[in-house]
């Protein structure tokens, strides 16, 4: 009998299939180490709930003689370093290792740690990072996706939510929320995507959209706008878009750059402080459809007149400079996957 089990998961929401891989993992371990991925991502209709009320459901589905042997915490989504992912999950769980044994005055290398997971699925790529913990088998209920409980969540108000795949309590919760402004808020902006997607459905292969991003960095400050329009309205975001059929990528995000932040620099010299680019491609960046992102670092240097103007263009509500520092704590209420795209820059500098 292993000491811990990890359970690795989004639990949006938490579901009879999980509650199963809970009981199951807990009759092959002492405890259970939860851990819920997209911890501090802005709500969409693809991740609704935050690690509090995720937890809640999760305890709210558990018999009582369960609930000191489990553990909840929340971990980053890092889409573009896996490395950086493996070590945010293993130092989760020496924490909850060493804080549930600070009693013992022993180490976490005295205990047996293994991962849940089964090779029959084929979103646990991940758990082969994790070599040193014993991989278990439980078994999983077929034909319950998280997925579809949301389809059914926000399709025709709820109508079809399907309480036979969901805990009773969790099924109250989620009836409870459709009645809140958040519902009516991710509802919004979960038919937009609907739409956007029923536009090209017709197209002989699925497309894929091209776009850029600006990763404007001048004195420890980063250029932000703020989103006015679906999806992400509200949001903080780089500013950026789509690229036009007649011109280059480099072109693009010099046009979208300007257009959304009335930035007082000149063009050339943008372009001229262009320092770095990449890719950013991961298939679930945007739930719009297969959107890939060209985004740029330009570091612009200080001129001894302080930071340049800004204001919000025709898509955004507002434009301003962020310190480095203040924008490290703003994960939540990034659009997409900015907030990575960022930090990954950040890294190169």
């Known amino acids: 009998m292993l000491d811990y089990l990890v359970f690795i998961g989004r639990f949006q929401p938490f579901h009879l299939g999980h509650l199963q891989v809970v009981k199951a993992a807990l009759e092959r ?35 009582p003689e369960m609930q000191d042997r489990v553990f909840v915490v929340g971990c980053s989504d890092r889409m ?5 992912w493996v070590t945010e999950v293993q130092s989760l769980v020496d924490k909850v290792i060493a804080v549930d044994t ?31 913990w014993q991989r278990v088998e439980v078994p999983e209920i077929a034909g319950i996706h998280a997925s579809q409980v949301r389809r059914n969540l926000f399709a025709d108000g709820g109508a079809g939510l399907c309480a036979d795949k969901l805990p009773a309590p969790v099924y109250e ?16 902006e979960w038919r937009f995507v609907q739409d956007y997607r029923r536009a090209w459905s017709a197209a002989p292969y699925p497309p894929t959209f091209v776009t850029v991003d600006a990763v404007v960095i001048h004195s420890g400050h980063i250029l932000l706008v703020r989103r006015k329009n679906l999806p992400g309205r509200g949001l903080w975001a780089l500013p950026g ?5 007649d011109e280059l990528v480099k072109d693009a995000v010099i046009r979208e750059l300007r257009d959304e932040t009335r930035l007082k620099v000149p063009a050339p010299v943008l372009a001229g402080s262009i320092r770095s680019s990449r890719v950013f491609d ?6 719009r459809g297969r959107t890939i992102t060209h985004a740029f670092l330009i ?18 509500e507002r434009a301003k400079w962020v310190p480095l520092f203040e924008f490290n704590r703003m994960e939540a209420e990034l659009f997409e996957d900015h907030f990575y795209i960022v930090n990954w820059f950040l890294g190169q500098i």
């Open 80 to 84: 573009y370093n896996d490395q950086q």
């Open 102 to 132: 600070a009693s013992l005055g022993s180490r976490e290398a005295q205990f047996k740690v293994g991962i849940v997971g089964s090779r029959r699925s084929k979103h646990t790529y991940y758990l082969d990072l994790f070599p040193q």
């Open 299 to 316: 570091e612009l240097t200080p001129t001894g007149e302080g930071l340049p103007k800004v204001r919000g263009g025709e898509d955004t």
């Open 173 to 188: 919760s989620l009836q409870a929320f459709r009645t809140g402004d958040i519902y009516f808020n991710l509802e919004a």
């Open 282 to 287: 991961h298939p679930h960046r945007s739930l």
């Open 241 to 245: 878009g789509f690229i036009n059929q």
């Open 29 to 63: 371990a002492g405890k259970l180490i939860v851990i819920c991925g997209s911890a501090r991502q802005a709500r969409n209709p693809q991740n609704p709930w935050t690690v509090p009320e995720r937890e809640a459901m999760l305890r709210a589905a558990l018999p």
